[in-house]
């Protein structure tokens, strides 16, 4: 009986790892259909007659002229608000230095000189808060900018592509991952007039401009 069920086990110690190579190809075949049909429902596109096209992005930021209002408005907050950042920096170093001079002409009592210590927190406190309120609202102003901007060129794209029968327009530019592309699908001059245009169709929609 002993022998028996030995015999038993080493049957079943040979069936396993044929019972376990033959689900790994089971399903290898299973996978293997599976990518094939896949494969089989991915349309073929027709490269005869696509339609390609770029246009430089430094040229939108000159050219496009929303795009020239967005960078001047952005970088003119950003220089108020770094002037104020040094008026306030300057005041405050002003005070602090006011008042050492007449500590040490023996001119503060120790009550004179808490108090001082005290105001001169309280308004590096005051600046510190002006930097961080303030910043953060200027970055997202900015952003708000950017996305509007983003949207509006996104859209004009589409656009511009479907009246032109563009089947891709790309970007060139640092970062754009285009070394070289042919210049006679340039469209930089077309497509800022085609901008510029919907810009100014955007505008009249929505009372822009209007006295």
Known sequence: MLMYNLLKMKKLIILIPFLALSLVACNSKKEQKAAKNLA???????????????????????GYKYYAHIDSTVKVKQLAFQRELEKRQAALQNYAASNQEKYEKGLLSA???QKVQEEAQRRQDAFLQYQQTEGQKIDQQTQDYLNVLTNRIDDAAKKYCKEKGINILMMHGSGSGLTYIDSTMDVTDDFI???????????????????
């Not at 007659?49 to 040229?59: E, F, M, R, V």
């Open 40 to 62: 089989e429902n991915v349309p073929v596109s027709n490269m005869k007659g696509l339609k390609i096209a770029y246009y430089i992005q430094d040229s939108l930021k000159t």
């Open 111 to 113: 009550f004179d000189v």
């Open 193 to 211: 007039n085609y901008l510029n245009e919907y810009q100014a169709e955007l505008d009249k929609s929505i009372g822009k401009g209007k006295k």
